[in-house]
């Protein structure tokens, strides 16, 4: 019992794991096109880099 419980435990923690890894990667990508579609606006790099430090 103490076993399958283990495995359960550490299933539940590498998809708890897996899910915040998915979203700091969404987060990530959300950024990169966030910062394309500035450029694309022709708003200068020194500008863009000042937005994303406020953060």
Not at 30 to 54: F, H, P, T, W, Y
């Amino acid at each position: 019992m103490r076993t399958e419980r283990d495995i359960k435990n550490q299933i539940a923690y590498a998809k708890k794991e897996g899910r915040e890894e998915g979203r700091e990667e969404g987060r990530e990508e959300e950024r990169i096109r966030i910062v394309e579609n500035l450029r694309k606006l022709g708003i200068s790099e020194e500008k863009i880099a000042s937005a994303i430090e406020a953060k």
